[in-house]
């Protein structure tokens, strides 16, 4: 195969992978709004494809194949040592969620105070309001008188 459509290849598939490097970019550009292993994954995904455009590149401008290994063997390398460092983080950051969640579940529970009154001074209040509502629909509409 000719270096011209294996570039043209590469360009493709670049250009098809905006799935997944559109949505990382917007994840790196919310900042600390993201947690710090979804931002070094969303680093490890635009890094991964920049690699496949940038070899694009240097296949369109390069006869040789020392000129294309070297860029991508140094982005692979690049790439899967970000994801794995995201896997870490990510790791890191459950645990810590756990450890958070165990120690919310150990307090004790607040108890909820019992308000007896308040409970039939609703229910009293919401029967006048229905006993008011059906005397006015009764006036309004002579139901019952013959």
Known sequence: MTHLVLGASA?????????????????????????PSHRTAATACLTGWATVGGSALVLFLTEGWWPV?????????TTTALRLRAAILRRRESKEAARDWAELRAAPPVPIPRRPRALLVTALCMAAAMTTGVAALVTAYGVGAD
């Open 11 to 35: 360009t493709l598939m670049t250009a098809a992978g905006s799935a997944w490097y559109v949505p990382a970019y917007i994840a790196l550009r919310a900042g600390a709004d993201r947690p």
């Open 69 to 77: 290994a070297v860029p991508l063997t140094a982005g692979a390398a």
